[in-house]
């Protein structure tokens, strides 16, 4: 069973600066999905960034950036001169690129963003 | 376009009631999903629906179920409520380029007591 991991309950960051949120996925299929999904306190689930495993190119939103290491099942986000609306709950999803399959959330990252 | 719409946003009931919580997904998007959110569990996986046929479902117990009408909307119905059923209950209907992305409501908050 595919299974997502993110080892950094919390993590903080100065305003300004820039931080990365680790995750690592493990699965035995070779086509499938990532994403990156922002919680702030509303609870309202955003997604981010998304990334097609089959692209080598790492998916780049704005500020956001992702580090896609295929072989290594790892796939960190990159958050770029953090502001304070950044603060939330960031989450790491699979998909298998099969459409009958369910999305696999980490148990998420709480990003706190320092003035 | 409009968003993942969930009904209603916060509910209070006590232990052995049953609640059912609505949700209507984007315009066009034809499948739902529920997951469960606890500070403990994180993100759980309840089901899926698609075209009003349960195509997924996660490890549950048979007090969770839920339906998907014609038009889409779905509901998720709790019976014999636990205290540990308190939680954040998202609703996400597919869509995107691929199908694949998840957008989400913005929860009911279920507190039993």
């Known amino acids: 069973a595919q299974t997502v991991t993110q080892s950094q309950p919390e993590m903080s960051v100065q305003e300004a600066e820039t931080v990365t949120l680790s995750c690592t996925y493990d699965t035995s299929e070779s086509d499938y999905y990532l994403f990156w999904y922002k919680q702030p306190p509303s609870r309202q689930m955003i997604l981010v960034i998304r990334?097609?495993?089959?692209?080598?190119q790492n998916a780049t939103e704005n500020r956001f950036s992702v580090n896609f290491q295929k072989a290594a099942k790892s796939f960190s986000l990159k958050i770029s001169d953090s502001q304070l609306g950044d603060a939330a709950m960031y989450f790491c999803?699979?998909?298998?690129?099969?459409?009958?399959?369910?999305?696999?959330f980490g148990k998420g990252t709480r990003l706190h963003i320092l003035p | 376009k409009a968003g993942v719409t969930q009904t209603p946003r916060y509910l209070i009931k006590t232990r052995g009631q049953q609640v059912t919580l609505s949700c209507s997904p984007i315009?066009?998007?034809?499948?739902v999903s529920w997951y469960q959110q606890t500070p403990g569990q994180g993100l759980q996986f309840l089901f899926e629906y698609f075209s009003e046929t349960q195509r997924n479902k996660g490890n549950f117990p048979g007090r969770f179920s839920g339906r998907q009408f014609s038009n889409s909307r779905s509901e998720m119905n709790v019976s014999t409520l636990e205290l540990g059923d308190s939680a954040l209950y998202l609703c996400?209907?597919?869509?995107?380029?691929?199908?694949?992305?998840?957008?989400f409501g913005q929860g009911t908050r279920l507190t039993v007591v």
């Open positions: 999803a699979y998909r298998s690129r099969n459409r009958d399959d369910k999305i696999i």
């Open positions: 990334q097609e495993a089959y692209k080598q």
């Open positions: 315009s066009g998007h034809r499948s």
């Open positions: 996400a209907s597919l869509g995107g380029q691929y199908g694949s992305e998840a957008f």
